[in-house]
């Protein structure tokens, strides 16, 4: 799976939009960029991912460069709630099998300043 | 939807016990589960991958017959940890894949004294 890039931490104002980028320049046409965020003690909380269109949930939007070299996940009214660590992942699309595998970086430690 | 539970949340054992992490999808049913370990400070590091009905793949390093995985139905998976010692104290954290993605449990907090 192609390695990303991440800054190792951000703060953000609450209410303000948060945009966490990600460099991922040695991804492969069929990877997918998924974003991932771990509150303090707890397990990973899925956020959102997508292949080569922009995407966007009631979580988060998810931008993609044309090059898919790099993404951009967005916040767009942070909360107090919204402190945590911020992984973005690429993995490779499911074989018939199905085990591909997340690996995890340090990810970004995003704050929100009240 | 997309609920994946994990049980004890915490236990604390004496050095040399098993203890046996329970992680299941509770609203879907995952063919493929797998078990990750956080250290402090540290990132989730993927221990095991397992399918149900057959034997779990291990990641390098990670010793199989001291963390025993058994994923025998569809929404539950089992990590047994062996004749536990102070050094396998972490975050367990299991996740189960409903489609293209993953979904992580709650953790349990392992604590060997």
């Known amino acids: 799976d192609a390695k990303t890039t991440q800054p190792p931490s951000m703060d953000c104002a609450e209410g303000r939009a948060a945009n966490l980028p990600c460099n991922h320049s040695?991804?492969?046409?069929?990877?997918?960029v998924y974003w991932y965020r771990q509150i303090h003690s707890q397990g990973p909380q899925y956020i959102i991912h997508?292949?080569?269109n922009n995407e966007t949930n009631e979580m988060a939007s998810l931008i993609i460069t044309e090059d898919r070299k790099s993404s951009t996940l967005i916040l767009p009214h942070a909360t107090l709630r919204d402190t945590a660590v911020y992984y973005c992942i690429v993995r490779a699309p499911l074989s018939n099998f199905g085990n591909e595998k997340l690996t995890f970086g340090t990810g970004t430690r995003l704050t929100i300043i009240p | 939807g997309a609920v994946v539970s994990q049980h004890p949340s915490w236990v604390i054992c004496k050095s040399g016990t098993s203890v046996k992490i329970e992680c299941r999808s509770l609203d879907f049913q995952a063919t493929t589960m797998f078990w990750y370990r956080q250290f402090p400070k540290q990132s989730l590091m993927l221990m095991a991958t397992s399918n149900e009905g057959s034997k779990a793949t291990y990641e390098q390093g990670v010793e199989k017959d001291k963390f025993l995985i058994n994923h025998a139905s569809l929404t539950l998976s089992t990590l047994t940890v062996t004749s536990a010692h102070p050094e396998d104290s972490s975050f367990y954290i299991c996740s189960a894949r409903l489609l293209n993605t993953q979904y992580f449990g709650p953790g349990t907090r392992l604590t060997v004294l």
């Open positions: 040695t991804i492969s046409g069929n990877e997918y």
């Open positions: 997508g292949l080569k």
